[in-house]
């Protein structure tokens, strides 16, 4: 049984075109990452970091809430939505739980969402 290449069955092969074109979309796709990466590293370059039983963390904050996230989590944040494990510190307890975060080109933070079932990105800033 031959093996399924996604082309119909009377071609052989991509056009010069459009290998260019998929070449020039793959390229794109790599900067954009990349820039993203870099903005992100250049935005967490002068925070405060925490260290809390051996581990590194930043702390992230809105107006009514704050949050420890793992620096190694944010240092390798791309131009994906990524499920994290937030800790919240509080006077009885400290609490885990779990969201979703992005980062935002447009305001240069990062977006998160404390709700799986709904869910609604709020900006966050990280502690300087």
Known sequence: MAESTGLPQDR?????AEKRRILQELDEERRRA?????EI???????KTYN?????YYKVSDYKQSFYILKSVLDTMGNTIQEIE???SGYTTNRKIKGFIK???????FLISTSKVRVYYKPFEVEV
């Open 12 to 16: 052989k092969g991509y056009s010069a």
């Open 34 to 38: 990349q820039r993203t990466g870099e």
């Open 41 to 47: 590293r250049r935005y967490l370059s002068d925070k």
């Open 52 to 56: 809390y039983h051996g581990d590194l």
């Open 86 to 88: 937030l800790e919240r």
């Open 103 to 109: 980062w935002d080109n447009m305001r240069g933070s």
